[in-house]
């Protein structure tokens, strides 16, 4: 588009000079030649004779000197160039507006998935690719997935003859003609010497994903948030994507099956465009496109996001089912423990819970579990606690090596094969001692968080490997406040919601437990009325005897059949299937061995029996060696030596249970002191501070019982 030059007006010259004319002296007058020669007359001359007027004014007394305007260069007429917008006095060659410099150095535009035949301008160029050629018309190129015009044969330059599909190449856009809702583009092909890239992105607003609903469905938004999740579907790759707002699944596809964006990678701060799709009466963003953020803007999203899910992660501010000094107590780590878990939740990070394989152990899981999961589906989607969430249990007391191996394992391969984040490790019922930090040591190196929910003695140095770290010891409790009670009301804390559904597990942990802190009177009370001590007892039992069978497998649907939470009816039929088979095989296992028991009287006064359930008990079958100890300590305790201090060894080739009444022992105490005192014996264990185990090498057992049933004769004993 030209318009009238400013400098000479429009009239392509300028006047630097002016005044009386020089011929006439302003009287306009040609005056009298002394002698004329007609032949000599130009027409101009003549004419001026004729009418007696001067040549040189033409009449008008003044002389003006002109001269041609060197803005317009004499055409009257200034261009703008269609590119950078410099005033040119010229059209190029092809009658183009474009200055030199951009004919020289163009301006390539590269137009994002979000843009449409509105976003497009006549004179520019464009990278596009070949989406077909038809011989004798030309080739289809596309500028992004959406627009696509034609390059005809007739305008193929030299090197443009063989283009196939696939190829990229330079156009520039000679016209845009509208028919209807068709938009044909009349594309030729160019070869700029110099060019720079140009990302070209549709204005639209951005959009907050907190301000999205139903009415927004087919509507175009831009967003700006973090990826937390990325997962690949057999159709479209599934982006979590948050802002400060809240947080939306975005499909992005190209085939089937295949990784879409794929520079994209979790944790990166993007720019989405898209269309926003009702899915299972879900929102959903239908990708057109995705794109990193710069540093400078990744640094400003990611503190917003980070800040909002900071303050949308605090737990619920409840009140404790029951009154307790040691859980007020530990109400600020409670705290801390909720926060972590809810924070992963709303970050879509995966959570691994990890149980020890007992009544009180898998109480504390279910109770965490059943507060989780509903929060992870809110967040993802029905099918998100699939690849959000594990439940394992772990038949030691303490994160083994082998359990933490394949949960690096597993979490190294979900990150490489689905952009994974590294997940959170909840461990209830253990986690709290020296023996965990080895395999702490292991998740350290991968990013993998703890939290930790335990009542076993802790050990201080764990502490430097844990987000949060709730245990009664910590605020002057001891074990009577089992995992299973500490755990129902972090669950509560983390969701409300379920409170009624998991009231009772805090009551049967501490009767899986034998708890005698005063909290589980309390608990035991709120739900008697449901459930009486002896049904606790039996579900309890059950969940022992089903998860030594179960091994490492989490027993979904069963477990909770176990604790009455799915129908009440399969619920009985179960308990009372499962007790029948355990007491008629711990019977059987304390026919066997109550015959072999020794017992003695140490110094102390505190009865001590011992059993070697590796020669006289059944092996490889219910109940194990911990739990033969166990009950036979229980027939000691009740039964033979009632209202007497009681210490029950269950010994082994390479091990020894210990079991304790009425005998002020410390077990974590003991085992550091033989370590010490019996180098190369190999003594590692712990537990509660009255019952625990201890394993040493199988050639110095003789000399690490021997030594342990004195220090067992040292411990101070209860008095009536």
């Given at each position: 588009m ?8 429009g009239?392509?010259f ?6 009386p ?7 306009v007058?040609?005056?009298k ?6 032949m ?16 040189t004014?033409?009449?008008?007394g ?7 305007c060197?803005?317009c ?33 163009s ?7 979000s ?17 077909g ?26 090197g ?20 209807g809702?068709?938009?044909?583009l ?22 907050l ?15 700006l ?18 802002d400060e ?5 975005c499909?992005?596809?190209?085939t ?5 964006f794929v520079e ?15 899915r ?11 794109k990193k ?7 400003s ?15 619920h501010?409840?009140?404790?089912l ?5 859980l007020?107590k530990l109400?600020?780590?409670m ?8 924070k992963?939740?709303?970050r ?10 007992d ?6 899981a ?8 509903p ?34 394992s597993?979490a ?39 939290v ?13 490997y844990l987000l ?9 409790g ?12 972090v669950?509560r ?14 009551a049967?942990a ?22 009486t ?17 179960l091994r490492f497998?989490?027993?979904v ?8 939470m ?40 505190a ?10 008990a059944?092996k ?31 010994l082994g080739?390479?091990f020894?249970?210990i079991?304790s009444k ?6 974590p ?5 033989l ?6 014996t190999?003594v ?16 110095a ?6 030594r ?13």
């Open positions: 030209s318009e009238k030059c400013s400098k000479c007006r009239e392509g300028l006047i630097p000079e002016s005044g004319c020089p011929k006439c002296n302003g009287t007058s040609a005056g030649a002394k002698s004329i020669n007609l000599d007359l130009s027409e101009k001359n003549l004419n001026s004779f004729v009418s007696g007027t001067c040549e004014c033409g009449g008008t003044t002389y003006e000197k002109k001269q041609k060197d803005e260069r004499g055409k009257g007429e200034i261009y703008n160039c269609i590119r950078c917008g410099r005033m040119i006095p010229y059209l190029n060659a092809n009658g183009e507006e474009i200055c030199n410099a951009c004919l020289s150095s301006a390539v535009h590269v137009l994002d998935n843009c449409d035949y509105d976003d497009l301008e006549s004179g520019k160029l464009y990278k596009g690719c070949v989406d050629v038809v011989a004798g018309l030309g080739a289809f190129i596309k500028l992004n997935d959406s627009i696509k015009g034609l390059m005809h044969e007739k305008n193929f330059e030299a443009h003859a063989g283009l196939q599909k696939g190829d990229e190449i330079i156009i520039q856009l000679k016209n845009i003609s509208r028919q809702r068709d938009t044909k009349d594309l030729v092909p160019k070869k700029p010497v110099n060019y720079k890239i140009i990302d070209v992105e549709k204005e639209i607003p951005v959009t994903i907190g301000d999205l609903s139903a009415k927004d469905n087919g509507k175009i938004i831009k967003m948030g973090e990826v937390l999740q990325i997962k690949q579907t057999g159709g479209p790759t599934i982006f979590t994507i948050a707002s809240g947080q939306v699944p499909a992005g596809f190209s089937a099956g295949q990784r879409s994209i990678m979790t944790g990166m701060a993007v720019v989405a465009v898209g269309e926003v799709n009702l299972d009466n879900a929102l959903q963003i239908e990708l057109m496109s995705l953020l710069s540093d400078d803007e990744t640094a999203l990611l503190e917003r996001v980070n800040t909002a899910i900071d303050v949308r992660a605090e737990p501010d409840i009140s404790f029951i009154e307790s000094k040691i007020e109400r600020p780590s705290i801390q423990a909720a926060k972590e878990i809810r992963a939740i709303l879509s990070r995966p959570i691994i819970l990890r149980h020890h394989a009544a009180d152990g898998i109480t504390s279910i109770a965490i579990e059943k507060a989780i999961l929060l992870i589906r809110g967040i993802g989607g029905p099918d998100a606690e699939y690849r959000a969430y594990t439940r394992s249990p772990s038949k030691a007391p303490f994160y083994e090596l082998l359990d933490v191996v394949k949960d690096v597993y190294v391969e979900d990150e490489i094969r689905f952009g994974q984040p590294m997940p959170l490790v909840v461990m209830v019922d253990n986690g709290s001692t020296e023996e965990d930090i080895p395999a702490y040591k292991h998740t350290q190196v991968y990013g993998m968080d703890i930790v929910i335990d009542h076993h003695h802790p050990d201080d140095a764990a502490d430097e949060a770290h709730v245990n009664p010891y910590k605020v002057g001891d074990f009577g406040l089992t995992a299973g009670m500490l755990c129902t009301e669950a804390m983390i969701n409300p919601d379920v409170s009624d559904q998991i009231v009772h597990l805090a049967v501490g009767t899986g437990d034998r708890s005698a802190a005063p909290e589980f009177e309390q608990y035991l009370n709120l739900v008697l009325g449901k459930y001590p002896e049904h606790l007892k039996e579900m309890a039992l059950a969940l022992d005897y089903e998860q030594y069978w497998g989490s027993g649907g069963i477990i909770e059949d176990i604790l009455d799915r129908d009440h009816d399969t619920h009985l039929r179960l308990v009372k299937m499962l007790c029948e088979q355990a007491n008629g095989m711990i019977q059987d296992q304390l026919n066997v061995s109550l015959p072999n028991v020794k017992t003695t009287v140490l110094k102390s006064g009865i001590l029996n011992t059993i070697d359930v590796e020669k006289f059944h490889f079958t219910f109940p194990p060696p911990g739990k033969t100890s166990g009950e036979i300590h229980d027939i000691m305790c009740n039964v033979r030596h009632p209202n007497k201090p009681v210490i029950t060894l269950g080739p390479d020894a249970v079991r009425k005998v002020l022992m410390n077990i105490q003991i085992v550091r002191e370590r010490e005192e019996l180098a190369g190999g590692n264990g712990g537990g509660h501070l009255v019952v625990g185990s201890i394993k040493f090498v199988e050639g057992a003789d000399i690490v019982i021997s342990l049933i004195e220090k067992l004769g040292e411990a101070d004993v209860e008095t009536e």
